[in-house]
């Protein structure tokens, strides 16, 4: 552990400044500080428990999602032994990876089709917006435009 931290688990001027402080602030922080204080030399053993629990979990998970990886680009999973079961599922691997071709080409089409359906849209909002503003404006003569009726008592 580093003993020369400014804030580190002890009873230095840094650390008593930082936990009233924090009383004044708002008391759970300074709760908080204290209990850093006193029991904060403990949290670094608790930190290397909890990294060596966690590691065989994580390391799992990362072996099951490079499988997941492989059978979603073609590549084959290791033989059962069961030599029709293995015909069965390659089968059906290139079935379903061939499924989602299909809908990444669909989803791509409607991509297309979503754009170009926006850019109509902005078209005719931009062009009707071009009318109106070169659309000629009556000239008033300086009398004053008549206010539209909010259907309340003026």
């Known amino acids: 552990m580093n003993t020369h931290a400014l804030i580190r688990p002890a009873w230095t001027p840094a650390t008593i400044a930082l936990m009233v402080l924090g009383f004044v602030v708002f ?7 204290l209990a850093y204080i006193i029991w904060g030399d403990r949290l670094e053993g ?34 059962t032994g069961n030599v029709a079961f293995d015909e069965w ?15 990444d ?16 849209k902005d078209q005719e909002e931009f062009s009707r917006f071009m009318a109106e503003r070169n659309r000629p404006r009556p000239e008033t003569g300086g009398a004053e435009q008549p206010k539209p009726a909010t259907g309340l008592l003026d």
Do not use: Q, V
């Not at 629990?53 to 290791?78: E, L, N, Q, V, Y």
């Not at 080409?105 to 109509?120: G, N, P, Q, S």
């Open 105 to 120: 080409e669909t989803l791509a089409e409607f991509d297309t089709y979503a754009r170009e359906l926006r850019r109509a």
């Open 27 to 33: 008391w759970p922080l300074g709760l908080a500080m």
């Open 89 to 103: 599922r390659e089968k059906e691997l290139e079935r379903l990876a061939e499924e989602r071709r299909k809908l």
């Open 46 to 79: 608790f930190k290397r428990d909890a990294n060596r629990a966690t590691d065989g979990i994580f390391a799992g998970c990362r072996r099951g999602a490079d499988k997941a990886h492989r059978w979603g680009h073609g590549h084959h999973m290791s033989r």
